[in-house]
T-cell receptor, first 112, second 113 residues
Framework: GESVGLHLPTLSVQEGDNSIINCAYS??????FIWYKQESGKGPQFIID?????DKRQGQRVTVLLNKTVKHLSLQIAATQPGDSAVYFC???????????FGAGTTVTVRA | EAGVTQFPSHSVIEKGQTVTLRCDPI?????LYWYRRVMGKEIKFLLH????????ESGMPNNRFLAERTGGTYSTLKVQPAELEDSGVYFC???????????FGSGTRLTVV
């Protein structure tokens, strides 16, 4: 079967390397997924989203992958920079609901 | 355009006291949400207003929490009496319709001692 990454509460990355952050979501009815970045003293900031009719979406230096079979979401950050240090949360919802359900969060620390 | 504003940014109160948190949504956003992150855990939904009406308050922990949005503009979240386990960061968010413009404020860090 296809392997998926485990969710880790913390991730330490060398500057310039790629980061992969994993998230398992809970509700098979969810059809809309978002990755948020939370820096110290700030609220969650939107990074990228994906709908359930897609399995991959790319933004600037970020890519989100969705595997509905195993209810898994990942965020890939290319060429990680010091400014990427933050807590990253995945969130899920479905089209007729505005309530977000968040994952546990991964604290990313970028080493110089 | 001003974002979602929350006040105060920090609050330290003693157990048993009352605290009121305020959220000013983005102008024109009918939807307003409260969330909470307890130390080191995930962010959890508390409730959702559409204008002045409570659409969903399924996440409110207990009756010590009271949220209001009189006039459909700003909202307050009152905790009375506060308990130690209420400590955490309280986030407010607002949106125009659905997920359109869904924006979070910077949060209020509440510490109950």
């Amino acid at each position: 079967g296809e392997s998926v990454g485990l969710h880790l509460p913390t991730l330490s990355v060398q500057e310039g390397d790629n980061s992969i952050i994993n998230c398992a979501y809970s509700n098979s009815a969810s059809d809309y997924f978002i990755w948020y970045k939370q820096e110290s003293g700030k609220g969650p900031q939107f990074i990228i989203d994906i709908r359930s009719n897609m399995d991959k979406r790319q933004g600037q230096r970020v890519t989100v992958l969705l595997n509905k079979t195993v209810k898994h979401l990942s965020l890939q950050i290319a060429a990680t920079q010091p400014g990427d240090s933050a807590v990253y949360f995945c969130a899920e919802t479905f089209s007729n609901d505005y309530k977000l359900s968040f994952g546990a969060g991964t604290t990313v620390t970028v080493r110089a | 355009e001003a974002g979602v504003t929350q006040f105060p940014s920090h609050s330290v109160i003693e157990k048993g006291q009352t605290v009121t948190l305020r959220c000013d949504p983005i102008s024109g956003h009918d939807n307003l949400y409260w969330y909470r992150r307890v130390m080191g855990k995930e962010i959890k939904f508390l409730l959702h207003f559409v204008k002045e009406s409570k659409q969903d308050e399924s996440g409110m922990p207990n009756n010590r929490f009271l949220a209001e949005r009189t006039g459909g503009t700003y909202s307050t979240l009152k905790v009375q009496p506060a308990e130690l386990e209420d400590s955490g960061v309280y986030f407010c968010a607002s949106s125009h319709t659905g997920m359109d413009g869904y924006t979070f404020g910077s949060g209020t860090r509440l510490t109950v001692v």
